[in-house]
T-cell receptor, first 113, second 109 residues
Framework: NAGVTQTPKFQVLKTGQSMTLQCAQD?????MYWYRQDPGMGLRLIYY???????DKGEVPNGYNVSRLNKREFSLRLESAAPSQTSVYFC????????????FGPGTRLTVL | AQRVTQPEKLLSVFKGAPVELKCNYS??????LFWYVQYSRQRLQLLLR??SRESIKGFTADLNKGETSFHLKKPFAQEEDSAMYYC???????????FGTGTQLKVEL
């Protein structure tokens, strides 16, 4: 039971390059989220998916796209990376029962030069 | 719009001293408040939520609707409490969380 996994752990891009951050969960949770974490800014929601096949914008969606192809996987794509997107990206899932909380992945540290 | 404010970026205390991490919120409805913790090199995890009204690792937090606060307290700080603490609010649909900017707690010997 791996919980929430993210790949890659680290990535360095040049301005204008594209890449996809992958997130997968084996907890059978319906909702999934992408956050970015920046010093002094806390965690800000980029996009979320309440259930398979649906996605919605969060607080800071510009420059990003997402795909929720199945219940397990939720990917975040940067089409043309910019230095302002240098950040640590966290994926999370929501468990509606029991603890009723969000479970986080280990994060992807992205640097855009 | 909902907002969570954590006024202290860094809080440094000595081992055995009391700890209070401040959190204030702004929300028009009935909020659900959480504290999340991120230890060094670990992922973010739930510490406690106001609905459960429990003590986790010696920490407690009481929701004060009059003062719109949800401060995190511990009577005697331990070295292992050193971490980044985030206050979060859930309101509206989608189970979305709004996080504060975080407070780095450093417990010194």
């Amino acid at each position: 039971n791996a919980g929430v996994t993210q790949t890659p752990k680290f990535q360095v891009l040049k301005t204008g390059q594209s890449m996809t951050l992958q997130c997968a969960q084996d907890m059978n949770h319906n909702s999934m989220y992408w956050y970015r974490q920046d010093p002094g800014m806390g965690l800000r929601l980029i996009y979320y998916s309440a259930s398979e096949g649906t996605t919605d914008k969060g607080e800071v969606p510009n420059g990003y796209n997402v795909s929720r192809l199945n219940k397990r996987e939720f990917s975040l794509r940067l089409e043309s990376a910019a230095p302002s997107q240098t950040s640590v990206y966290f994926c999370a899932t929501h468990h509606a029962f029991g603890t009723d909380t969000q479970y986080f992945g280990p994060g992807t540290r992205l640097t855009v030069l | 719009a909902q907002r969570v404010t954590q006024p202290e970026k860094l809080l440094s205390v000595f081992k055995g001293a009391p700890v209070e991490l401040k959190c204030n919120y702004s929300y028009s409805g009935s909020p659900e408040l959480f504290w999340y913790v991120q230890y060094s090199r670990q992922r973010l995890q739930l510490l406690l939520r106001h609905i459960s009204r429990e003590s986790i690792k010696g920490f407690t937090a009481d929701l004060n609707k009059g003062e719109t606060s949800f401060h995190l307290k511990k009577p005697f700080a331990q070295e292992e409490d050193s971490a980044m603490y985030y206050c979060a609010l859930r309101g509206g649909g989608g189970n979305k969380l709004t996080f504060g900017t975080g407070t780095q707690l450093k417990v010194e010997l």
